[in-house]
């Protein structure tokens, strides 16, 4: 049987998404996202916060449309990356790579431009 990476996650930017570019000219968009969690005996709620990257189209309009608080449906997958700051100082990073954002609640202000509901970088 094969194996599947699919992550699903509603919850809130934690702050204003970073926007990057790569070298080769990919838009590059990543923000943190805080959904709710419960901890201990007595289930405490808290906040657990995922670390979201987004590249190519999707990514512009995360940069364009989202900001701190808004409300948001991400589908991706987890990418685990290593990073050694020195000898036997292994560092290890879990990010959501996201395919799809759909943007959910208000924007915010009815001034703002109007984003897409979802942005998804699958073929129409």
């Not at 809130?12 to 709710?36: I, M, Q, W, Y």
């Not at 405490?44 to 987004?54: D, F, G, L, N, Y």
């Not at 700051?85 to 790579?97: L, S």
């Amino acid at each position: 049987m094969g194996t599947i990476n699919k992550v699903l996650l509603i919850g809130r930017l934690g702050k204003d998404p970073e926007e990057r570019t790569t070298a080769g000219g990919t838009c590059v968009s990543s923000f943190s996202l805080a959904t709710d969690g419960y901890r201990g005996n007595n289930a405490e709620k808290t906040a657990e916060w995922h670390r979201v990257v987004v590249f190519g189209k999707v990514a512009g309009l995360c940069n364009q449309y989202l900001k701190k608080g808004r409300l948001v449906c991400v589908e991706g997958s987890l990418q685990t990356r290593c990073w050694e700051k020195g000898p036997g100082e292994k560092h290890y990073f879990t990010d959501v790579v996201a395919s799809r954002v759909t943007f959910l609640g208000s924007p915010g202000s009815d001034s703002a431009p109007r984003p897409p509901e979802e942005a998804s970088d699958a073929p129409n």
